[in-house]
């Protein structure tokens, strides 16, 4: 067979399409039925059994027969007919060397099974020598899970190890995401033995859930899959002999002969419910089975059709029973259902999705490729037409009846060829086009134009419902024919609510979700997203394509520039990204923008990265940012606004979308969203009054401080302000930013508090001398202790500080402490070795902060701002003043005897490097009150040829 089949008009036609565009057609009926020839190269191949797709593509299973006996080969072959008109080929030969010994005992029992794209499960019974023999086995059955390219993704064990019989029954959930129920029989004894497994897992595995027995001896069992994702079994007991023991004298009435009940195994549940009795009668029967259960797309619960033999022989008559119950195991109905009693052999009954039956009638078993013929039925079980499959078009007993209403079979095979033929089957019921004949309505109407404002979904049912556990998905076709997830909403989430008398129900749109223009999307709902309001009873969802919408190709949004925006990671995620390596980081910044290309989707040049990221210190656990940048592009239909407000969405309503599904992107923290990195002058603009304030606040003080005394040194006022407000923005980065550079934090901590600690212990040093060795000092300080501790602990901020309680600001008292001319030394000598110890530093690691950092804030800003400020004063000052003493500094020598005397001073910006020829002695000017000394002001200054500069007095000889 070659890999890809021209069949295009086979795939139409199951979609219901123009039939014009059909391929070795037969024309005996013109558009009745369709035939499609194809062959193989490796000729012998038999068509074992056959399975659809939720999107109508196909699975064919086929073997090749022992020519010995009637045994398959264990070479397999699988064909998938998808729906973008390839046929994937996958071949395979099964593991097991006893194949032909499990055949000749048990046949041919190997099957295989679609669980969940791209998975399926092929299926065989191996045979082990029991230990201590030669020619005892034991037999089990084992099951591969491969993918489509043929590679074996888990080997599990599907029965325990001992002699089992082979055959059982695979029920796939009506929910893909719950698994499968597999059901088989234990052979020697009568017992039935189940395992519920899982779906597959990201890992390609399985796991098995729970598992039991059903000691009962079963005369015919039918396990079923019900809307809610759970499992029930349907089983027929013959309690003939039973009832013969207990009649005694009692009358035969009060006793059933045949009895048929049925269990449930609940969606969470982990062993099957005590058994409801659906059905039971008195009479004399041959045989009673359980031919079929589900739940039927036009009603409520679920039905069972019970296929009856009385008598035997030539006089065996054949009655089919249809119970309806709900899951609450109440009967509401039986019916009988005149199907078909005639000699024919029945090949099978199915359950059609519109109403009726479809029955297949063998028409020579063993001759003529067991090819049956198809009779229609309506749901009364009234014969109503014969397929329109001609006679002369054997059709074999594998076939497929899709949820359409569509059939398609094997037939015409060959030794190198088969055919697949197809046809419409006749439909008793209709709907409004959403495959759900349940629902009435929705808004908008199915093909509708939608925009990127629309808000919700409205769906109107026949009969009131209620919300239940289903979801309900939305997905987007991109032009390659693949689906992305869009939003998926919980049933029972805030994000439904039931309208118009609970007829109605709202579904919440998301920004996010018709988000590009002239893409075309579908609705998805799950069964069991509303249940019937009166019967508390799962309802039909919405298949694939059921429901379609699409977005106009006309939108656009107007341009706007790129911006940088920031991500951050979980708690979870944010330790495992530290945890990476360089490299691995840079990967994994690739994936998260890759992942946010597909998710969003938006063209890959309109995302990028700059890898860079940084901790938020704002979060307890530092959490991790990540810096990103949404790319302005000319004459797109996206704009960078809405791609941000898109990401954003999908983030911040992660449990929703496709973020939380992806390896990379589900880390991303939904609390923080996709934002904007910080607009400083956003930011800052608001806080230019509080600027403003502070420097009119500084400004006054200044102008009071002059008004009211000008011989002061008044200007002092701007310099403590500017390091009070240094240190302020040195505490309030370490506490709110410090952490988001990691290696930052501790330098930060280290560099402050040793700035601390030398100025603190300079000043304290500085006022202990004074008080000890300078007595006008310490005459002021009994004065003024209060003040001149609070200064000495500000001053820890910067030695320079501790000058302003010898600047006489203002005249006050407070602020006129006679320091020596040593005790200014010290503090300007101080001062400048602050300049190495702290502001130098402290620049450099607001430098190395702004560039490691992606959400760079207001007070890292300012603090920058303010220690340039800082660090360009004091260098150019402290220059000067050095350069300035250190030129004067031997024009002045005390001596030890005026030491004490002379080595007193006012507050002076520098040392007094100058001193008068004679003793110039300093004290209080009588009645002045001021505590100053009596040569200080500019007059006095001038009567003894000095100068007065900045209110320091240089005396010149």
Same mark, same amino acid.
């Given at each position: 067979?070659?890999?890809?089949?021209?069949?295009?008009?086979?795939?139409?036609?199951?979609?219901?399409?123009?039939?014009?565009?059909?391929?070795?057609?037969?024309?005996?009926?013109?558009?009745?039925?369709?035939?499609?020839? =194809?062959?193989?190269?490796?000729?012998?191949?038999?068509?074992?059994?056959?399975?659809?797709?939720?999107?109508?593509?196909?699975?064919?299973?086929?073997?090749?027969?022992?020519?010995?006996?009637?045994?398959?080969?264990?070479?397999?072959? =699988?064909?998938?007919?998808?729906?973008?008109?390839?046929?994937?080929?996958?071949?395979?030969?099964?593991?097991?060397?006893?194949?032909?010994?499990?055949?000749?005992?048990?046949?041919?029992?190997?099957?295989?099974?679609?669980?969940?794209?791209?998975?399926?499960?092929?299926?065989?019974?191996?045979?082990? #020598?029991?230990?201590?023999?030669? $020619?005892?086995?034991?037999?089990?059955?084992?099951?591969?899970?491969?993918?489509?390219?043929?590679?074996?993704?888990?080997?599990?064990?599907?029965?325990?190890?001992?002699?089992?019989?082979?055959?059982?029954?695979?029920?796939?959930?009506?929910? &893909?995401?719950?698994?499968?129920?597999?059901?088989?029989?234990?052979?020697?004894?009568?017992?039935?033995?189940?395992? #519920?497994? %899982?779906?597959?897992?990201? $890992?390609?595995?399985?796991?098995?859930?729970?598992?039991?027995?059903?000691?009962?001896?079963?005369?015919?069992?039918?396990?079923?899959?019900?809307?809610?994702?759970?499992?029930?079994?349907?089983?027929?007991?013959?309690?003939?002999?039973?009832?013969?023991?207990?009649?005694?004298?009692?009358?035969?009435?009060?006793?059933?002969?045949?009895?048929?009940?049925?269990?449930?195994?609940?969606?969470?549940?982990?062993?099957?419910?005590?058994?409801?009795?659906?059905?039971?009668?008195?009479?004399?029967? %041959? #045989?009673?089975?359980?031919?079929?259960?589900?739940?039927?797309?036009?009603?409520?619960?679920?039905?069972?059709?019970?296929?009856?033999?009385?008598?035997?022989?030539?006089?065996?008559?054949?009655?089919?029973?249809?119970?309806?119950?709900?899951?609450?195991?109440?009967?509401?109905?039986?019916?009988?259902?005149?199907?078909?009693?005639?000699?024919?052999?029945?090949?099978?009954?199915?359950?059609?999705?519109?109403?009726?039956?479809?029955?297949?009638?063998?028409?020579?078993?063993?001759?003529? $490729?067991?090819?049956?013929?198809?009779?229609?039925?309506?749901?009364?079980?009234?014969?109503?037409?014969?397929?329109?499959?001609?006679?002369?078009?054997?059709?074999?007993?594998?076939?497929?009846?899709?949820?359409?209403?569509?059939?398609?079979?094997?037939?015409?095979?060959?030794?190198?060829?088969?055919?697949?033929?197809?046809?419409?089957?006749?439909?008793?019921?209709?709907?409004?086009?959403?495959?759900?004949?349940?629902?009435?309505?929705?808004?908008?109407?199915?093909?509708?134009?939608?925009?990127?404002?629309?808000?919700?979904?409205?769906?109107?049912?026949?009969? &009131?419902?209620?919300?239940?556990?289903?979801?309900?998905?939305?997905?987007?076709?991109?032009?390659?024919?693949?689906?992305?997830?869009?939003?998926?909403?919980?049933?029972?989430?805030?994000?439904?609510?039931?309208?118009?008398?609970?007829?109605?129900?709202?579904?919440?749109?998301?920004?996010?979700?018709?988000?590009?223009?002239?893409?075309?999307?579908?609705?998805?709902?799950?069964?069991?997203?509303?249940?019937?309001?009166?019967?508390?009873?799962?309802?039909?969802?919405?298949?694939?394509?059921?429901?379609?919408?699409?977005?106009?190709?006309?939108?656009?949004?107007?341009?706007?520039?790129?911006?940088?925006?920031?991500?951050?990671?979980?708690?979870?995620?944010?330790?495992?990204?530290?945890?990476?390596?360089?490299?691995?980081?840079?990967?994994?910044?690739?994936?998260?923008?890759?992942?946010?290309?597909?998710?969003?989707?938006?063209?890959?040049?309109?995302?990028?990265?700059?890898?860079?990221?940084?901790?938020?210190?704002?979060?307890?656990?530092?959490?991790?940012?990540?810096?990103?940048?949404?790319?302005?592009?000319?004459? *797109?239909?996206?704009?960078?606004?809405?791609?941000?407000?898109?990401?954003?969405?999908?983030?911040?309503?992660?449990?929703?979308?496709?973020?939380?599904?992806?390896?990379?992107?589900?880390?991303?923290?939904?609390?923080?969203?996709?934002?904007?990195?910080?607009?400083?002058?956003?930011?800052?603009?608001?806080?230019?009054?509080?600027?403003?304030?502070?420097?009119?606040?500084?400004?006054?003080?200044?102008? =009071?401080?002059?008004?009211?005394?000008?011989?002061?040194?008044?200007?002092?006022?701007?310099?403590?302000?500017?390091?009070?407000?240094?240190?302020?923005?040195?505490?309030?980065?370490?506490? $709110?930013?410090?952490?988001?550079?990691?290696?930052?934090?501790?330098?930060?901590?280290?560099?402050?508090?040793?700035?601390?600690?030398?100025?603190?212990?300079?000043?304290?040093?500085?006022?202990?001398?004074?008080?000890?060795?300078?007595?006008? =000092?310490?005459?002021?300080?009994?004065?003024?202790?209060?003040?001149?501790?609070?200064?000495?602990?500000?001053?820890?901020?910067?030695?320079?500080?501790?000058?302003?309680?010898?600047?006489?600001? /203002?005249?006050?008292?407070?602020?006129?402490?006679?320091?020596?001319? #040593? /005790?200014?030394?010290?503090?300007?000598?101080?001062?400048?070795?602050?300049?190495?110890?702290?502001?130098?530093?402290?620049?450099?690691?607001?430098?190395?902060?702004?560039?490691?950092?992606?959400?760079?804030?207001?007070?890292?800003?300012?603090?920058?701002?303010?220690?340039?400020?800082?660090?360009?004063?004091?260098?150019?000052?402290?220059?000067?003043?050095?350069?300035?003493?250190?030129?004067?500094?031997?024009?002045?020598?005390?001596?030890?005897?005026?030491?004490?005397?002379?080595?007193?001073?006012?507050?002076?910006?520098? &040392?007094?490097? *100058?001193?008068?020829?004679?003793?110039?002695?300093?004290?209080?000017?009588?009645?002045?009150?001021?505590?100053?000394?009596?040569?200080?002001?500019?007059? *006095?200054?001038?009567?003894?040829?000095?100068?007065?500069?900045?209110?320091?007095?240089?005396?010149?000889?």
């Amino acid at each position: 067979m070659s890999r890809t089949f021209s069949i295009c008009s086979f795939i139409l036609l199951l979609l219901s399409l123009s039939p014009p565009l059909l391929i070795n057609k037969s024309p005996t009926k013109a558009q009745a039925y369709n035939i499609y020839k =194809f062959t193989e190269t490796d000729p012998g191949l038999i068509a074992q059994s056959s399975q659809h797709f939720n999107d109508l593509s196909f699975f064919l299973w086929l073997a090749k027969q022992n020519p010995n006996n009637t045994c398959i080969q264990s070479r397999q072959y =699988f064909r998938i007919i998808r729906l973008d008109l390839s046929v994937i080929r996958i071949d395979i030969d099964l593991p097991s060397p006893m194949q032909s010994l499990v055949c000749e005992k048990w046949g041919n029992k190997v099957f295989s099974k679609v669980l969940k794209l791209p998975y399926f499960l092929v299926s065989y019974i191996n045979a082990t #020598k029991k230990i201590g023999t030669d $020619n005892d086995y034991n037999y089990h059955r084992v099951g591969l899970l491969m993918d489509l390219d043929g590679t074996v993704k888990d080997s599990f064990q599907m029965t325990p190890i001992q002699d089992f019989a082979s055959s059982g029954i695979l029920v796939e959930n009506l929910k &893909p995401d719950n698994g499968f129920l597999w059901l088989y029989s234990v052979s020697m004894n009568n017992t039935l033995g189940w395992i #519920k497994y %899982s779906t597959v897992n990201e $890992n390609g595995k399985i796991t098995q859930l729970s598992s039991g027995n059903f000691s009962i001896a079963a005369h015919s069992a039918i396990p079923f899959a019900m809307l809610d994702g759970g499992y029930g079994l349907a089983y027929a007991l013959n309690k003939t002999h039973e009832t013969q023991s207990n009649k005694d004298n009692i009358s035969e009435a009060l006793f059933a002969n045949w009895e048929v009940y049925v269990t449930f195994l609940r969606p969470a549940a982990k062993e099957f419910m005590t058994p409801f009795l659906l059905y039971g009668t008195t009479q004399q029967l %041959s #045989k009673l089975y359980v031919y079929s259960c589900n739940s039927p797309y036009d009603a409520d619960g679920f039905k069972c059709l019970l296929r009856i033999e009385t008598g035997s022989g030539n006089k065996t008559q054949v009655l089919f029973k249809q119970v309806w119950f709900l899951t609450s195991g109440s009967v509401y109905k039986i019916e009988d259902i005149p199907l078909a009693n005639s000699k024919d052999e029945v090949n099978d009954i199915s359950t059609l999705f519109y109403g009726g039956f479809l029955m297949t009638i063998y028409n020579k078993k063993g001759i003529d $490729n067991s090819s049956v013929t198809g009779f229609i039925y309506d749901s009364k079980g009234i014969v109503n037409e014969k397929w329109d499959i001609p006679d002369n078009v054997r059709v074999s007993d594998v076939y497929d009846v899709l949820p359409n209403n569509s059939l398609w079979g094997i037939s015409n095979v060959t030794d190198t060829s088969f055919s697949i033929v197809t046809t419409d089957l006749k439909r008793f019921n209709d709907d409004k086009g959403y495959g759900n004949p349940k629902i009435n309505s929705t808004t908008p109407e199915i093909n509708a134009n939608v925009t990127d404002t629309l808000k919700n979904i409205t769906l109107t049912f026949l009969k &009131p419902v209620v919300q239940s556990t289903g979801n309900i998905s939305i997905y987007q076709t991109d032009i390659n024919g693949e689906d992305l997830l869009r939003q998926t909403i919980y049933g029972l989430s805030g994000f439904v609510s039931t309208t118009d008398n609970d007829y109605s129900v709202s579904i919440q749109i998301f920004p996010s979700t018709f988000n590009q223009p002239g893409a075309n999307y579908y609705v998805l709902m799950d069964n069991d997203f509303v249940r019937d309001k009166e019967l508390a009873e799962p309802i039909l969802g919405i298949k694939k394509n059921g429901y379609r919408l699409h977005r106009s190709d006309n939108d656009s949004d107007r341009y706007s520039d790129g911006t940088t925006c920031l991500l951050r990671l979980t708690t979870e995620g944010s330790g495992y990204f530290k945890s990476l390596s360089k490299e691995n980081k840079n990967l994994f910044f690739t994936d998260i923008r890759n992942e946010l290309i597909r998710i969003t989707p938006i063209e890959a040049n309109r995302l990028s990265t700059s890898k860079r990221w940084q901790q938020d210190s704002k979060t307890a656990s530092q959490q991790v940012l990540m810096e990103f940048k949404v790319e302005a592009l000319q004459n *797109s239909k996206i704009n960078t606004k809405r791609i941000i407000t898109d990401i954003d969405f999908l983030v911040r309503f992660k449990a929703y979308t496709p973020i939380a599904l992806s390896n990379s992107t589900y880390l991303l923290d939904e609390d923080y969203g996709f934002t904007s990195a910080p607009n400083l002058w956003e930011k800052l603009k608001y806080k230019l009054f509080y600027l403003g304030g502070g420097i009119i606040l500084v400004c006054t003080a200044f102008l =009071f401080g002059y008004f009211r005394y000008p011989e002061g040194n008044n200007s002092i006022v701007f310099q403590f302000a500017l390091i009070f407000v240094d240190f302020t923005f040195d505490i309030l980065f370490i506490i $709110n930013n410090g952490q988001d550079v990691s290696n930052l934090f501790y330098p930060s901590i280290i560099i402050l508090c040793l700035s601390i600690s030398f100025n603190g212990i300079l000043v304290f040093l500085i006022i202990l001398r004074e008080t000890a060795q300078n007595y006008e =000092f310490s005459k002021w300080f009994h004065s003024n202790m209060r003040i001149t501790t609070i200064f000495t602990i500000i001053s820890g901020a910067d030695a320079d500080a501790i000058r302003i309680i010898g600047s006489r600001f /203002a005249g006050l008292k407070m602020f006129s402490a006679p320091f020596s001319i #040593k /005790a200014t030394g010290w503090i300007f000598w101080g001062s400048f070795a602050t300049l190495f110890i702290e502001d130098i530093p402290q620049f450099t690691i607001q430098i190395l902060y702004q560039k490691y950092t992606i959400a760079y804030d207001i007070i890292p800003f300012l603090t920058l701002v303010i220690s340039s400020v800082i660090l360009v004063n004091n260098l150019i000052f402290r220059t000067f003043h050095a350069f300035h003493y250190c030129r004067n500094r031997g024009e002045y020598t005390p001596t030890s005897q005026n030491l004490h005397e002379e080595d007193i001073t006012g507050i002076y910006d520098v &040392p007094i490097s *100058s001193a008068p020829k004679e003793p110039l002695h300093i004290g209080t000017a009588p009645g002045s009150g001021l505590g100053s000394p009596k040569v200080t002001s500019f007059e *006095s200054a001038r009567r003894t040829g000095g100068s007065s500069v900045n209110g320091s007095t240089h005396v010149h000889g």
